[in-house]
């Protein structure tokens, strides 16, 4: 008799920026951590879909907590990955350009000035070390997992970068190692894009999440990025679990923490 093997638990989150209390209290609440801060999700798996920077107290402390996880699931047969948000690059733009000016930004100040006025906290850039440096140029934009293309924004901006998750990533990444100011701040435009899926609600062939999820291979789209709160009208005390829409192929995780609402860990399989 062949013993069958059921998959792997699957949970995402996404948004986290910088509240690390909060975030280790629902891992802790959903039996992934322990009251140390330890994973204990033993072949669990986590994928975070970014942002874990800026607008909250602590977003090298909520960095750190990923690369700590990330050995010890590993270590317990699990798995915790992280994708690229859009306050991860502007915090990697403030840092690697400062106010130095950038043609075709309105943000005066260069990066720097406008890192700050989407939430950037000087703690998180006076901490960031090198080691954080490569974490963050290491990270994936996106990534399919159980037929779930698991995406930051809510654009299809990333079909600029490639039309594969190995050419997006690649892209990406080459992205990230570039120090050409004018190309920084078309990428931090395209990782900053949103709102592509509102109008896709009849699942016609050639709309935008359709286009999506069969260039990257998938059938449901899972994101953050937009706020639950702010950009899909909740009111952020009522906030108790993801939207699903667009014809019920895309999902959006993104509680809004720093707006009142919470931290939505959901579990997909």
Not at 65 to 73: L, N, S, V
Not at 87 to 99: K, P, S, Y
Not at 179 to 198: E, I, N, Q, T, Y
Not at 231 to 247: D, I, K, N, Q, T
Request: glycine share 14%; no cysteine.
């Amino acid at each position: 008799m062949i013993e069958s093997r059921l998959p792997r638990p699957l949970f995402v989150a996404a948004d986290v920026h910088g509240h690390r209390s909060e975030f280790r209290g629902v891992l802790r609440d959903s039996g992934l951590v322990d009251g140390a801060g330890q994973w204990s999700g033993r072949d669990a798996r986590l994928w975070l879909l970014g942002d874990y920077v800026d607008r909250g107290p602590d977003g090298i402390g909520v960095i750190d907590d990923i690369r700590r996880w990330t050995r010890q699931a590993a270590e317990a047969g699990g798995e915790v990955g992280a994708l690229l948000g859009n306050h991860e690059v502007q915090l990697m733009a403030a840092h690697l350009f400062g106010t130095t000016p950038v043609p075709g930004w309105d943000e005066p100040g260069g990066f720097r000035g406008g890192w700050a006025r989407f939430g950037g906290r000087d703690d998180d850039l006076r901490r960031l070390t090198g080691d954080h440096v490569s974490w963050i140029a290491a990270r994936p934009a996106m990534t399919v997992l159980d037929d779930h293309l698991l995406i930051h924004s809510d654009t299809t901006s990333y079909l600029e970068f490639g039309d594969s998750v190995t050419a997006v990533n690649a892209a990406v990444s080459e992205a990230l190692a570039d120090r050409d100011v004018r190309g920084w701040a078309l990428f931090a435009r395209r990782m900053s894009d949103r709102g592509s899926f509102r109008d896709s609600e009849t699942a016609a062939p050639g709309d935008a999440v359709s286009t999506m999820l069969r260039t990257y291979g998938a059938g449901r789209l899972v994101h953050g990025h937009s706020t639950l709160t702010k950009h899909f009208g909740m009111v952020p005390g009522e906030v108790r679990e993801p939207l699903r829409y667009a014809a019920g192929r895309v999902l959006n995780i993104d509680g809004g923490v720093y707006e009142g609402g919470r931290i939505l860990l959901t579990r997909l399989a």
